[in-house]
């Protein structure tokens, strides 16, 4: 009888422990990996919601919580969560296709023309150096982090952000000033 209690203390204890370490991952990466589950998607619901599954899946794993709470692991999850989202959404163009009907136009929200513009032309980039810029300047991820992520050293990511960054600013320079449909700026 006395072992049994000693088992049930120590897993208590142990439980105890994963979830305050489960509760400092979410305090920690939530509002991150929703900007990037945002940048992704371009929709704050769907973000809110892959966002989710993403903490689900730590949670549902947490038996392995010592490999699964970390920053690359939660960055893995939103990947493969994130394909899925858009493969549901390619699933659901082609039926609205084959339905003849057009695709409801999803909430927009309040943002600048600089910052359409700016979203646009970093969305022309191939989709590593994409990634590089949403996790440098939208998620403001340190060196260190995005190495982490991408399982390379902060040396690599200093020099593939660099070539995303002469990447993006050939871009921004050859691009078409805005301007309305007369040509005035």
């Known amino acids: 009888m006395g072992l049994d209690r000693a088992n049930s203390s120590a897993s208590r204890v142990l439980g105890t422990s994963v979830v305050r370490a489960f509760d400092d991952l979410f305090r920690a990466y939530h509002s991150l990996i ?3 589950a945002f940048n992704r998607l371009n929709d704050l619901g769907d973000a809110e919601d892959v966002t989710a599954e993403v903490f689900s899946a730590a949670w549902r794993h947490r038996g392995e919580h010592e490999l ?3 920053l ?3 960055y893995a999850t939103l990947r493969n969560v994130v394909g899925n989202e858009y ?10 296709q084959r339905l003849a009907a057009e695709a409801t136009e999803s909430t927009v929200l309040a943002v600048d023309d600089e910052a359409i513009m700016l979203r646009q032309i970093v969305s022309r980039l191939r989709p590593e150096d994409r990634e590089l810029i949403w996790m440098a300047y939208w998620e403001e991820l340190t060196r260190e982090e995005m190495a982490e992520v991408l399982g390379c050293s902060v040396g690599a990511v200093k020099v593939r952000l660099l070539r995303a960054r002469e990447r993006l600013k050939s871009l921004l320079e050859t691009r078409e000033p805005v301007g309305d449909e007369r040509g005035v700026p």
């Open 72 to 74: 690359r692991w939660l």
């Open 68 to 70: 699964v709470f970390t």
């Open 87 to 96: 493969r549901r959404r390619a699933r659901t163009a082609r039926r609205y």
């Open 34 to 36: 929703l900007t990037a």
